[in-house]
RNA sequence: GCUCGGUUAGCUCAGUUGGUUAGAGUGCUUCCUUGACAUGGAAGAGGUCAGAGGUUCGAAUCCUCUAUCGAGCACCA
């Protein structure tokens, strides 16, 4: 097999994703000798592209499911993607704004079809950047949200909420986008801070010269106004309460009422109360069984409630009426404000509370126990930190606006019984899984369907379930039986509320169990100067171009690598540069290791001999413990960085330079014995990364193993006690510690790295006599040293520098004339660095406090490293002084 | 306003239950094309762990307050 001296990914990586799936890799059967673990995967939008929001996710998910795949688990990870409701419609709607035509040209039945050609179209582009991302997704079970099945899932569930009484319609006051011309739910509105005004409004009292004063930021709604409220304990306003006002402009009467809603100190503490457009009136309204007079049409224009403004939009009208107080001696003065505005999530433009009528979900029992599941830790959060927002928003949570007056959508499968003319009969709405063809009440067959569509989350809140086709089946379904609940879900905090805490109302109302027992929030992704991706901004990273110039394995690694729960993350070219490096590095130690095993047969269990054959197994084996807690947690992160400090530092940068020695030597059985632990060791390595960086680790795999079987069916190593070598750890960092001392000298004094050169050691510890007498061979290869040298009372000869470990003195003799400045500086240097490590150790003994207190083991490891302090230092200075 | 999270090297971040001379990557400096890798190797410089109190024999780690950044929630008449 020929490897190339640079890892190629691009080669690499088309031939797996079409190895994936092509076998069939990751589709899965029920197999109930097995345990299943089941992801379903966030569906991105149809319209979407791949983002590095999604390559996060994604790759997240994917590392998960191949975890828990080699871990024996029978897994399954569904694809699909989401309808996307408004944002979708809002997207053709655009691209019809082109050909000069509105939805409205073409009718309902049109539009709607021109919506699936155009999904038909564009929808799998983000599926196929998803294979190209190396996902290993059961691709026979892809699902979209308004497929057979979801349409099923979410009749079947409509129905029986609406049976049992949940679900019902009314005028309520509604968030209503006047631009996408529909109501939305509460969450679907956020808030900006905006700059405005806020305009004192003298209202005067009946029967008397007084005036009221309230203070507005919406003077144009003040010609709904039903009362002016005041707080119940504000002393300024005790004698007015109940007194009649006259509505300027309008001349209408209204009452001043009392409501401890009223916040005395903002304003005067008097509030107009215009209950058809505003959350908080519109209580006051109920309260106090207000009249709710509508100013705003749907259309964001003024009513026909005053001749005068009708038609108006509500911003000219604004104008017009602040205008008219003014002129009539009603305004007392503006100021300035800034305050939050409610905007529309999928296009920005300012949300207008109205009245409307619109069909809600009541959520109250479905949230207790949505709360309830996490409180009682059947769903967890990871990180446990957003338990608590998730339990807030959920005990708090008021009905669910679910209609949507738009066309693109789950249509309500509600039917109302008409007549000829199409006026609705006396007969009650017809709400049945399957199309009615005649109202059960009175057998006419003239029936219509609800306009309205559903909320788009309420289709993805059974996605758990229905992609295992609850709808059509909801009772004794084998699959649903057997992947549901799901293992994990994994996704960004952003559609926590939206979607995350939706789909366990939904799991524990219809099937009464949680959709996942684990929730795993991960942060999002902002450019190098923490700042969010946005188009508009333009720093924004396409993870199609990152895998084109670095790989997808770089792309994937760099992402796992700052994954850490619940944190944002910055990211740039430099994460994926280094993540290219790793690659590389573990291609090339493969390489090496495979030119050096050429046609040998090595032994699949590895032959442990020497010191550094335990030390590598040992670190191996810890290893494997700190990466499988990692990826039991969700810790990618730590996952990531634990094999790539293990691969780097450890393997490549000791193990592999150490093995060089009998990788060298004539004898053949050496030469095998060393490359069975090496094969070893790195076999199981790009196991534990396989489910990071998939491509090259199964290449790899493939090449090691002459096989064409996937990785991911191997299973994940398993930490082992008979690779624990807790005595050959502390001998090798001996041998790191002198190798690393020797070095610091051949580097301070100049000597040419190819230089060979002589090194004695006076051991002063004989505990450590034995490291030399069995290890020096290390020594000697790591430090370049042709003439090694050791034993007791060993002195310094003229011209050799001195590097102090501990327990040794080290004497390096130097060619020609020692520098005796240079060495001077450098001793005294080291002396320095010594010196205020033994300042520590003194300051803690001298603290009696500390040798009563402290345990006895932290005493005597504080007295011994003092007394190996001491002992370098008394070495420095004699050398010192001797020079 | 309330709640939560962050603040550690120039930059990006680690730091498990309090006890290592506070670590890594990147950038920087010096040296090196040595037969896996220059997408590499060796060495080095660089940190009052945001600040102030407290608990403790001992605090980057636990507690309180402050500053600052961010998120969520509420209010915004």
């Known amino acids: 097999m020929e490897m190339e001296k640079v890892y190629d990914a691009k080669k690499v990586e088309e031939k797996w994703v079409n190895y994936w799936i092509n076998n069939k890799t990751f589709s899965s059967k029920i197999d109930k000798t097995k345990k299943s673990f089941t992801i379903v995967i966030p569906p991105p939008n149809v319209t979407g592209s791949l983002h590095m929001g999604h390559a996060l996710n994604d790759s997240l998910q994917d590392a998960i499911i191949r975890f828990k795949k080699m871990q024996g688990f029978n897994t399954l990870w569904v694809p699909g993607t989401d309808h996307g409701g408004i944002a979708t419609q809002n997207v053709v709607e655009k691209l019809l704004k082109k050909e000069g035509k509105t939805k409205y040209d073409l009718g309902r039945e049109k539009f709607i079809e021109k919506m699936w050609q155009w999904r038909q179209e564009t929808g799998d582009t983000i599926l196929d950047q998803l294979k190209k991302l190396g996902c290993g997704l059961d691709w026979d079970r892809t699902r979209f949200t308004m497929d057979e099945a979801c349409s099923k899932a979410v009749k079947r569930a409509f129905k029986q909420f609406y049976d049992k009484g949940l679900i019902y319609r009314g005028k309520r006051l509604v968030n209503w986008c006047p631009r996408c011309n529909t109501a939305l739910s509460d969450i679907e509105v956020e808030y900006h801070p905006e700059k405005g005004n806020l305009w004192y409004i003298k209202y005067p009292i009946k029967d008397s010269n007084e005036f009221l004063t309230v203070a507005t930021t919406r003077p144009e709604t003040m010609i709904g106004d039903t009362a002016v409220a005041v707080n119940p304990n504000d002393e300024r306003y005790k004698n007015i309460v109940g007194k009649t006002i006259i509505l300027p402009l309008v001349g209408r009467e209204i009452k001043i009422v009392a409501d401890y809603i009223v916040d005395m100190q903002f304003g005067t503490g008097a509030v107009k109360v215009t209950p058809a457009h505003d959350a908080v009136d519109y209580e006051i309204a109920r309260r106090h069984n207000l009249e709710i007079l509508e100013v705003i049409d749907a259309n964001g224009n003024m009513t026909g409630l005053m001749e005068k403004y009708k038609g108006m939009s509500a911003k000219d009208a604004r104008e017009q009426i602040v205008a008219d107080l003014q002129e009539q001696g009603y305004l007392i003065k503006t100021e300035d404000y800034s305050h939050s505005v409610g905007k529309c999530y999928r296009c920005g433009t300012t949300i207008e509370p109205i009245m409307s009528e619109q069909w809600f979900l009541k959520v109250e029992e479905m949230s207790k126990r949505a709360s309830q599941a996490a409180k009682d830790e059947k769903v967890k959060f990871y990180p446990a930190s957003w338990k608590k927002p998730y339990t807030l928003w959920l005990d708090n949570l008021r009905d669910w606006c679910i209609s949507r007056q738009i066309w693109w959508g789950h249509r309500i499968p509600v039917y109302y019984c008409v007549d000829e003319k199409g006026n609705k009969t006396n007969c009650p709405p017809i709400v049945e899984q399957e199309t009615p063809t005649k109202c059960p009440h009175c057998g006419n067959t003239h029936l219509v369907q609800d306009n309205d569509v559903l909320d788009t989350w309420f289709s993805s809140a059974m996605w758990p379930f229905s992609v295992f086709n609850w709808g059509e089946n909801p009772d004794n379904n084998e699959e649903l039986k057997y992947y549901y609940p799901t293992g994990v879900l994994v996704t960004g905090h952003e559609i926590l509320y939206l979607w995350v805490a939706r789909m366990v109302q939904m799991g524990l109302e219809f099937l009464n169990d949680i959709p996942f027992s684990d929730v795993f929030i991960h942060g999002i992704v902002r450019d190098k100067h923490g700042l969010k991706m946005s188009k508009s901004k333009g720093n924004v990273i396409n993870p199609l171009e990152i895998m084109d110039q670095f790989g997808t394995d770089a792309l994937r690694f760099a992402l796992a690598q700052s994954a850490a729960p619940g944190r944002d993350m910055q990211i740039s070219n430099d994460s994926f540069l280094a993540a290219r490096n790793f690659a590389n590095k573990i291609w090339n130690a493969s390489r090496f290791i495979l030119m050096n095993k050429g046609e040998l047969d090595i032994s699949d269990e590895p032959i442990v001999k020497e010191l550094s054959d335990k030390w590598i197994l040992n670190e191996y084996n810890q290893t494997i413990k700190a990466v499988t807690r990692a990826f039991e947690v969700y810790d990618i992160d730590v996952a990531s960085r634990t094999l790539y400090d293990f691969i780097w530092t450890k393997f490549c940068d000791w193990y592999i330079e150490l093995s060089k020695i009998r990788m060298n030597s004539e004898n053949v059985e050496e030469k095998k014995q060393v ?97 030399l007498e069995n290890d020096s061979e290390y020594i000697k290869s790591l430090a370049k040293i042709k003439d090694l040298s050791f034993g007791k009372d060993i002195k310094r000869e003229k011209n050799s520098a001195l590097a102090v470990a501990t327990g040794f003195e080290i004497f390096i003799p130097l060619e020609g004339l020692i520098d005796l400045e240079k060495e001077k500086a450098r001793i005294n240097k080291e002396i320095n660095n010594v010196l205020s490590e033994q300042e520590k150790y003194n300051k803690k003994l001298s603290n009696p406090n500390f040798v009563a207190k402290a345990p006895e083991a932290e005493v005597a490891r504080i007295k011994q490293k003092l007394a190996d302090t001491e002992s370098k230092i008394a070495t420095l200075k004699e050398t010192l002084n001797n020079l």
């Open 675 to 771: 490359l069975s632990v090496l094969i070893y060791v790195l076999k199981g390595t790009i196991k534990m990364l396989a489910p990071i960086m998939p491509f090259i680790c199964d290449e790899l795999w493939s090449i090691f193993n002459n096989t064409t079987d996937s990785i991911v069916n191997s299973s994940f190593p398993v930490y082992d006690e008979k690779f624990v070598f807790a005595d050959e750890a502390s001998q090798m960092a001996v041998v790191q510690e002198i190798v690393s001392k020797i070095r610091n000298v051949r580097s301070e004094m100049n000597i040419s790295p190819a230089a060979f050169i002589t090194a004695k050691i006076n051991i002063l510890d004989d505990k450590k006599t034995s490291v």
